[in-house]
């Protein structure tokens, strides 16, 4: 049997590093918990700034604050990128890796639109960064229950691809009915107009600018709302039927995350990262966990 190969030695080996890295990549000890909320309430008020700088009426009363305000958030999520860089064994892996490049969009727009000011309004892309609540407050734990949801949805793309596959022959059908009874006098000027209609009123959505006006055309509209209800039921229980066939055992998730892939969720008795096969330094955590 092949041995899993060993953590090779860098910058996060002296013990601060490692700290610095365990209080920043994981949540499972108090500084750690501290720091991801602390940094989920900068992201929030951060939002809050941009959001107020675009109502016009608070923008021109306090720009001068709004502004101060704005770079604060700026270098205090620049100091804290910079700092992951800093600490992860492999900072190259890191900045790849979807976490980093969301952490650095949240400070780029804000350096960007000192030259191109219209990218300001791209420093929205904070909320992205609200992931990290699912490692805050355990929530972690739901991770596995968006896993299971997930190969539930993959699972049934067969069956919900040729349910919609139906679907769109029964609107190309009604669509084309409605474009011979009502005709372009009453509004359906052509077969994607009609199709157009046949959606908007198989989906329960009804805008209401196109209506039928005969009885004829009321009568398949009614058909039409009623399949609506069994069009939106049906791909609910294709996937509710893969969830309750594909369970998940439970287990004691933990924020853990390997130094060298940066996989977050491995189990506190993992020696070696179960997708890359590092060796996984001592676990770090709070006493009495």
């Not at 309750?244 to 491995?266: D, I, K, M, W």
Request: with cysteine; charged share 15%; hydrophobic share 50%.
């Amino acid at each position: 049997m092949t041995q899993p190969p060993a953590t090779a030695p860098s910058k996060s080996a002296t013990p601060f590093r490692r700290r610095l890295y365990t209080v920043i990549f994981e949540a499972d000890t108090r500084a750690g918990k501290l720091f991801d909320e602390v940094l989920i309430a900068a992201i929030l008020l951060s939002l809050a700034v941009v959001v107020l700088d675009s109502v016009e009426a608070v923008s021109a009363r306090h720009t001068q604050t709004l502004t101060v305000l704005e770079w604060g958030f700026t270098l205090l999520f620049t100091a804290e990128y910079l700092a992951r860089l800093w600490c992860a064994p492999n900072p190259w892996g890191y900045a790849r890796s979807f976490f980093g490049v969301v952490d650095l969009l949240a400070i780029s727009p804000t350096y960007l639109a000192l030259f191109f000011p219209e990218l300001h309004a791209l420093i929205d892309v904070r909320v992205l960064r609200l992931i990290r609540v699912f490692r805050v407050f355990k929530l972690t734990h739901y991770l596995a229950e968006f896993t299971h949801l997930g190969k539930a949805l993959q699972a049934s793309v067969r069956k919900i691809l040729v349910f919609l596959t139906v679907v769109l022959m029964v609107v190309l059908v009604m669509g084309t009915l409605m474009y011979v009874v009502e005709g372009p006098a009453n509004g359906y000027t052509s077969i994607p107009v009609g199709v157009y209609w046949a959606i908007t009123t198989v989906t329960t959505v009804g805008f209401g600018d196109i209506t039928p006006k005969t009885d004829l055309g009321r009568a398949l509209a009614s058909v039409m709302m009623l399949m609506g209800w069994g069009v939106l039921a049906v791909p609910t229980g294709i996937v509710t039927a893969e969830m309750v066939g594909h369970r998940a055992a439970p287990g004691r998730v933990t924020t853990r995350s390997c130094t060298h892939c940066l996989a977050e969720g491995l189990a506190a008795e993992d020696r070696y990262c179960r997708h890359c096969g590092t060796a996984l330094p001592e676990y770090l955590r709070d006493p009495g966990h």
